[in-house]
Structure formats: C-alpha cells, structure tokens
C-alpha cells in the first residue's frame, strides 16, 4: 500500500475518448515519483461504489480532478466535492490535501460549477501533451527531490517512447492491449521506467 504522502487519486471520466488523457496523467505521475489511485485499481464488485471512492481520497494526499462533463453525468464534480470536504472537514490528517482541477476548455466550467470561482482550473482543450505539462509542473515542487525531474519535453518525449513501446510489450505478456487493465497500465509504465527513467541521476 503506498503512503499517504505520495498517493495521487485521479477523478476522471473513464470513457475511450478520453482514455489518452487519463494515460496520460498516469504516465506523468508514475514518472514524478507517485502513485496513481483510483476506483479502476479496485475489482471487487461487491464494494459499495461511493464507500471504494471515499476510501480512495481518506488515503491520498494529492488529487488529480476533471470536470469534464461526459454526456450529462456528474460523477467527477461530486469526486471533486468529496475531496474538498474530506480535506476541510477530515482533520489534521486530511487538511494537507492538494489538488488541481482540470476542465476542456477556458471558464467551460463555470456554468456548472459557479461555487468554484475562486479555483484556478486548468484547460486541457483534449491534448495529452498539455496533461503531461501541467501535471508535471504541479507534481514534480511535491516530489521528494524535486531537481531531479526534468522538464515536460522529456516527459513528453519519452511517453511517446512509451506508447511505441507498449503493444509489443502486451504481445509479449498475450495481453490485449484494448483490455489491459489499470493495475496491467500502472505495472506496464512502472517497468517501462525502470529501464528508460525520466528522473535525473
């Protein structure tokens, strides 16, 4: 079980459209030193959903949110307000929580989501690359040695490396690369970095 202080839980739609965004919010955590959580990471169908998701967010310190809306659902603003609360309402072991909030476009969001005024989003416009920098620049001041990560062009390159990398490595494994799942994601990119990491010496 990874520590509280470098969990990252990602709230974000799980549909194929969007699925090279959340790779690519993965890839960037892994690579700055975290580990990614979230409901995917879980099989156990006999969990109550929303108990598995505030399970989630009690054990991360850091939240990665999207509020993308995905044909009308609201289950990312509501993640979003479960993580907010734990971090007001959870106590001295909660109140350290950090975040930052991601939507499609430029001020998309305030029509849904007036209450967050005061909160800098970031606008993805649907680009991985733009997922790989700003995630970085937010993760890498929090990492443990934070000289160590290089700046986005690296990242971004070496995802590229990765992506290339990754259906001969699912072939190897018989795995189908269309069903791999986000524990199969997170083992493919930690091994990946093993050999090819990111981190400066």
């Given at each position: 079980?990874?520590?509280?202080?470098?969990?990252?839980?990602?709230?974000?739609?799980?549909?194929?459209?969007?699925?090279?965004?959340?790779?690519?919010?993965?890839?960037?955590?892994?690579?700055?030193?975290?580990?990614?959580?979230?409901?995917?990471?879980?099989?156990?169908?006999?969990?109550?959903?929303?108990?598995?998701?505030?399970?989630?967010?009690?054990?991360?310190?850091?939240?990665?949110?999207?509020?993308?809306?995905?044909?009308?659902?609201?289950?990312?603003?509501?993640?979003?307000?479960?993580?907010?609360?734990?971090?007001?309402?959870?106590?001295?072991s909660q109140?350290?929580?950090r975040c930052?909030?991601?939507?499609?476009?430029?001020?998309?969001?305030?029509?849904?989501?007036?209450?967050?005024?005061?909160?800098?989003?970031?606008?993805?416009?649907?680009?991985?690359?733009?997922?790989?920098?700003?995630?970085?620049?937010?993760?890498?001041?929090?990492?443990?040695d934070p000289?160590?990560?290089?700046?986005?062009?690296?990242?971004?390159?070496?995802?590229?490396?990765?992506?290339?990398?990754?259906?001969?490595?699912?072939?190897?494994?018989?795995?189908?690369?269309?069903?791999?799942?986000?524990?199969?994601?997170?083992?493919?990119?930690?091994?990946?970095?093993?050999?090819?990491?990111?981190?400066?010496?």
């Amino acid at each position: 079980m990874p520590s509280f202080s470098e969990s990252v839980f990602i709230n974000c739609p799980f549909t194929s459209n969007f699925k090279p965004l959340f790779d690519a919010m993965v890839f960037t955590t892994i690579g700055c030193g975290f580990t990614p959580r979230c409901t995917k990471e879980i099989n156990d169908v006999d969990d109550i959903r929303i108990t598995k998701i505030m399970t989630l967010i009690r054990e991360c310190k850091y939240g990665i949110h999207d509020v993308s809306l995905s044909n009308g659902r609201l289950n990312m603003p509501l993640e979003l307000g479960l993580f907010m609360g734990c971090k007001e309402y959870g106590g001295r072991s909660q109140a350290g929580k950090r975040c930052i909030v991601f939507e499609e476009k430029d001020y998309k969001s305030k029509a849904y989501l007036s209450d967050l005024g005061g909160q800098d989003m970031m606008a993805h416009n649907k680009k991985p690359n733009t997922i790989i920098k700003k995630v970085r620049e937010w993760l890498a001041p929090k990492a443990v040695d934070p000289n160590k990560i290089p700046h986005s062009p690296f990242f971004i390159q070496n995802y590229t490396d990765f992506q290339n990398f990754l259906p001969g490595y699912c072939a190897a494994k018989h795995w189908d690369i269309d069903e791999i799942s986000f524990n199969e994601y997170v083992l493919s990119v930690s091994n990946w970095l093993l050999t090819n990491p990111i981190q400066t010496p």
